[in-house]
């Protein structure tokens, strides 16, 4: 059985390694990036980049929608953006005398959500409870969004003029959060050289909408072992415990954690979980969840150093 399964999804991993190629020459930048966004889509998860302007977050998210050949809409958010202007609304139409539903740019398969802390709180309420239900709600109807959906989402971590930061509870709702960097000298370099025109060029699109639900589908197969089930419920549990934490790891990190995994390993070509695959991806997936009790200024960076120290001092299935 384990067999059929691998020679059913063997195309569809080399298409996942194709993919990967070509974005990292579109992006210079990390390759655990490219490989954590790429799970996340497959996990069928959502990602915060926080990050300070000019990394290449944008280009990032366009050159990802392209290569998987899905739908991608951008929406800015500023300090007076409305729900309406996210979601969309209802227009009156003069011919039949009757308003009907005008969908909203959050109707597509791949959404980059700019700077999602400078929009209001009503208006990032509104857009997170669609990202989650995975519908919007108007005229007493529920119009449904993609199967494909996937927000990046982006924050700038340097200026907090009339931003509203998302609190714990709506942090909780993404599967991973990831900053980008500054480039090596290498890639900066390559950057001021020869890239300009082939940044200019689209990158070919090696997925489709089918296969990136089938690589959806083959996720759920991948092989996670009882043991490293228990792995990642034991230091879950260790965050809700320790006593340098606020806030721990809600069941719900557990089970992101779980799905992230079985992405990555099919992203690294597998059908098993690896307990590096899972110790690798904590950070990504479990940096934003937990509050250190010392507060929210440098939390990030201590959230990292905490949960590094749980890993070690939890024994690691063999």
Same mark, same amino acid.
């Not at 709702?173 to 689209?202: I, M």
């Not at 072992?225 to 606020?246: A, G, P």
């Given at each position: 059985?384990? &067999? &059929?399964?691998?020679?059913?999804?063997?195309?569809?991993?080399?298409?996942?390694?194709?993919?990967?190629?070509?974005?990292?020459?579109?992006?210079?930048?990390?390759?655990?990036?490219?490989?954590?966004?790429?799970?996340?889509?497959?996990?069928?998860?959502?990602?915060?980049?926080?990050?300070?302007?000019?990394?290449?977050?944008?280009?990032?998210?366009?050159?990802?929608? &392209?290569?998987?050949?899905?739908?991608?809409?951008?929406? &800015?958010?500023?300090?007076?953006?409305?729900?309406?202007?996210?979601?969309?609304?209802?227009?009156?139409?003069?011919?039949?005398?009757?308003?009907?539903?005008?969908?909203?740019?959050?109707?597509?398969?791949?959404?980059?959500?700019?700077?999602?802390?400078?929009?209001?709180?009503?208006? *990032?309420?509104? +857009?997170?409870?669609?990202?989650?239900?995975?519908?919007?709600?108007?005229e007493g109807k529920n119009f449904p969004l993609s199967d494909l959906f996937t927000v990046i989402a982006t924050q700038n971590p340097i200026?907090?003029?009339?931003?509203?930061?998302?609190?714990?509870?709506?942090?909780?709702? +993404?599967?991973?959060?990831?900053?980008?960097?500054?480039?090596?000298?290498?890639?900066?370099?390559?950057?001021?050289?020869?890239?300009?025109? *082939?940044?200019?060029?689209?990158?070919?699109?090696?997925?489709?909408?089918?296969?990136?639900? *089938?690589?959806?589908?083959?996720?759920?197969?991948?092989?996670?072992?009882?043991?490293?089930?228990?792995?990642?419920?034991?230091?879950?549990?260790?965050?809700?415990?320790?006593?340098?934490?606020?806030l721990g790891i809600s069941p719900r990190g557990s089970m992101h954690l779980a799905n992230a995994a079985k992405a990555y390993a099919l992203?690294?070509?597998?059908?098993?979980?690896?307990?590096?695959?899972?110790?690798?991806?904590?950070?990504?997936?479990?940096?934003?969840?937990?509050?250190?009790?010392?507060?929210?200024?440098?939390?990030?960076?201590?959230?990292?150093?905490?949960?590094?120290?749980?890993?070690?001092?939890?024994?690691?299935?063999?």
């Amino acid at each position: 059985m384990l &067999q &059929q399964v691998e020679a059913d999804t063997s195309g569809l991993v080399d298409l996942l390694y194709r993919a990967h190629q070509v974005l990292a020459k579109h992006w210079l930048g990390d390759d655990f990036v490219i490989e954590v966004l790429l799970t996340s889509i497959i996990a069928k998860g959502h990602v915060l980049l926080v990050d300070v302007p000019g990394v290449g977050k944008t280009t990032l998210a366009k050159c990802m929608a &392209q290569v998987l050949g899905l739908e991608f809409n951008r929406i &800015q958010f500023t300090n007076d953006i409305l729900p309406a202007d996210i979601l969309g609304g209802s227009i009156y139409s003069a011919t039949d005398g009757k308003f009907s539903f005008a969908p909203g740019p959050i109707f597509t398969d791949f959404l980059l959500a700019d700077e999602i802390n400078r929009g209001p709180t009503r208006s *990032q309420s509104a +857009f997170l409870q669609a990202m989650e239900e995975g519908f919007v709600a108007a005229e007493g109807k529920n119009f449904p969004l993609s199967d494909l959906f996937t927000v990046i989402a982006t924050q700038n971590p340097i200026d907090f003029d009339s931003t509203n930061p998302l609190p714990e509870a709506q942090l909780d709702r +993404f599967l991973t959060s990831v900053t980008l960097g500054y480039p090596s000298d290498e890639a900066e370099l390559h950057l001021l050289g020869g890239y300009n025109a *082939q940044a200019q060029s689209e990158p070919e699109a090696i997925l489709n909408k089918e296969s990136v639900g *089938q690589l959806r589908e083959a996720c759920d197969k991948v092989h996670l072992h009882e043991d490293l089930m228990r792995y990642i419920v034991d230091i879950s549990r260790k965050t809700r415990e320790d006593q340098r934490i606020k806030l721990g790891i809600s069941p719900r990190g557990s089970m992101h954690l779980a799905n992230a995994a079985k992405a990555y390993a099919l992203v690294k070509g597998r059908q098993h979980v690896l307990a590096e695959d899972i110790q690798k991806l904590i950070p990504p997936v479990w940096d934003h969840r937990i509050l250190p009790r010392h507060g929210r200024d440098s939390d990030s960076a201590h959230s990292h150093e905490i949960l590094q120290d749980l890993i070690a001092q939890t024994p690691v299935p063999r």
